[in-house]
Structure formats: C-alpha cells, structure tokens
C-alpha cells in the first residue's frame, strides 16, 4: 500500500484543520490506520488510530478531545480533524497502518511521506 498525507499548513493558534491520507493498495478490515506527529528534535510520538473495519478509534491523551481520527472506506482515505491547535501541535504529521491496533510506532509497517503542521502563537 502507499499513502499520501495532505492538508497540512500554517494556521495560528486555536485554529482548525483537516489532514487527509489517501491509500492506494489493499486496506482490509483487519487493518488499522494510525497518525503519528514528530516535532523538531524529538521523537516521532502517536497521535491517534483507527480500526478500518469498525472505526473503533485510540487517541493520545495530548490531543484527546482537540483531534478526530476517521475514516472513508470508499474512498480509502483517513483524516485526523485537528481543532483548537497549539503551538506545541507543530509538527510533521504522518500516516500509516499496522495489522492490529497499536500505539507503538514499530507495529506499523507502511507509512507515508507526512505533511507540515506549523502553529503560530
């Protein structure tokens, strides 16, 4: 599978955006499909995560309650809607999918090239 994340950019602080992840590939049911962020000098960290068949969904308690991970079968897309950002939410945003639902970073195997998030104060 390959996956291209989008929508990133440069909004200023409490503002809203909607990164998108388009798959090309097989997605099964089974699969799960996760956001990871990595901010300047530090460790890529778990955003959230959502299981392709039942939508059921993990989200890290930094985000909890800002983020909304979904997802479109059809159109074999995710999104992560991001509101209330941060500063702290700069970062670039990557997408990605694991077997099994999993916040570790080395459960997924497949990832795309990420896309830019920058917040200004």
């Known amino acids: 599978v390959q996956l291209q994340a989008s929508g990133g950019g440069l909004v200023q602080a409490g503002d809203s955006l909607r990164l998108s992840c388009s798959a090309s590939?097989?997605?099964?049911?089974?699969?799960?499909m996760g956001w990871f962020r990595q901010a300047p000098g530090k460790e890529r960290e778990f955003v959230a995560a959502i299981r392709w068949g039942t939508a059921s969904t993990t989200v890290a308690e930094s985000v909890k309650g800002r983020f909304t991970v979904s997802r479109d079968r059809a159109e074999k897309t995710l999104y992560l809607q991001m509101n209330s950002l941060k500063p702290e939410d700069t970062a670039v945003y990557f997408c990605?999918?694991?077997?099994?639902?999993?916040?570790?970073?080395?459960?997924?195997?497949?990832w795309g090239q990420g896309t830019l998030v920058t917040v200004s104060s």
């Open positions: 590939g097989n997605i099964f049911s089974s699969h799960v």
């Open positions: 990605a999918r694991a077997n099994g639902l999993s916040r570790r970073e080395y459960d997924y195997g497949h």
